[in-house]
């Protein structure tokens, strides 16, 4: 892979991702030094707890960025082009939401009240290609709910006269009218219902089968997003602790924390009870300066007082010590807790 992000089966590279915000308490931490990859037509789901920063790195891929902006800094590459550099006014016209759109979190209530549905989502496409005609822009919109379920008696309704779901849909028709490769998913089913939800995730693999487009989905929500991953990143603390093809991650996680969230998920089958991950995250206003999982971690070692690297493993990546290798290319031995985690 090239080191300028232009390698063709990408469609999205980020290297150290820095994204802090100034606040009345101090400096928030939220993105700290973050790198990852998104292939072509794959999805990449950042799972973690609330808090972790994962919204917010959304907001640093797309530059949604509130006022309060302490530190923000890293290389973003979108097909190969870093977009990091652009001036705001080309990156509003020819990136955001041309190459790269946003499904906001409660998107089915970001809809305006007074306006048809229709014309909201056309509302994108006429701004960033004044060549296209309203009516033209119409049949693009009609063309959008039929991909997304939304039927042509919708068109021209308001939002309240939708329900919760068809809303969603709505939102999702609006994210794709320009036809992005990559669309970025915050939380997009986390207030509806268990079917609505199943409903929407089946929607949102059907567009990436039949149009190409690469997602990245971000929840806290792990059942879910194992409908629609492809590769799973696992956020901690403003870090990204481990990165894995889904099959691998959902067969066997590698971080103490990916472990632990994952016994923390019911299984429809077996009568296993559920764990839970004791303590809670540490402030990003002040993290800890080694591993931030340390004082929750049951694997806990004197070396955990540094800060741990990536640590390659076969194609997965972990940020954890027990993954160094020695000079025999063993791993870290210590497969049994040395330490209960701190409560």
């Known amino acids: ?21 100034r606040t009345t308490k101090g400096v928030v931490q939220a993105v700290d030094h973050v790198d990852f990859e998104l292939a072509k037509n794959r999805a990449v789901v950042i799972i973690g707890e609330s808090g972790c920063g994962k919204s917010s790195l959304a907001k640093g891929i797309l530059r949604l960025l509130p006022r309060n902006v302490h530190t923000y800094t890293g290389r973003v ?16 016209m020819k990136i955001r939401w041309v190459k790269m759109s946003l499904v906001p979190q409660a998107a089915m209530n970001a809809l305006n009240p007074v306006l048809r549905v229709s014309d909201q989502v056309a509302e994108a496409l006429l701004i960033h290609y004044p060549n296209v005609s309203k009516r033209e822009a119409i049949e693009r919109v009609r063309e959008m709910f039929r991909y997304v379920g939304v039927p042509d008696s919708f068109l ?17 028709a609006m994210a794709m009218i320009t036809r992005p490769p990559l669309i970025i998913l915050d939380e997009p089913t986390s207030a509806l219902d268990v079917l609505t939800q199943a409903n929407i995730m089946n929607v949102l693999k059907q567009i990436k089968w039949e149009t190409g487009t690469s997602y990245i989905l971000i929840t806290h929500d792990v059942a879910t997003s194992s409908e629609l991953a492809d590769d799973v990143a696992v956020m901690y603390a403003g870090q990204v602790v481990e990165m894995s093809d889904a099959a691998s991650f959902f067969k066997e996680p590698l971080h103490p924390y990916a472990k632990m969230l994952m016994a923390a998920v019911p299984k429809l089958r077996g009568d296993d009870d559920l764990e839970f ?21 049951p694997y806990r070692m004197a070396q955990c ?3 741990p690297p990536m640590f390659r493993v076969g194609d997965r990546k972990v940020r954890c010590w027990l993954y160094e290798k020695d000079a025999d290319g063993i791993y870290g031995t210590h497969p049994e807790p040395l330490e209960q985690a701190h409560v």
């Open 1 to 21: 892979m090239s080191n300028n992000g232009s390698s063709n089966s990408l469609v999205l590279k980020v290297e150290d991702l820095v994204l802090y915000f």
């Open 77 to 92: 590459y979108l097909e190969g082009q870093e977009i990091m550099g652009l001036d705001e006014e080309t990156f509003r």
């Open 156 to 172: 021209h309704r308001y939002p309240f006269e939708l329900s919760g779901g068809m809303r969603q849909r709505v939102a999702i």
């Open 277 to 297: 991950i004791p303590g809670q995250p540490p402030s990003l206003l002040n993290p800890p300066k080694g591993c931030r999982f340390a004082d929750r971690c």
């Open 305 to 307: 007082e540094i800060n």
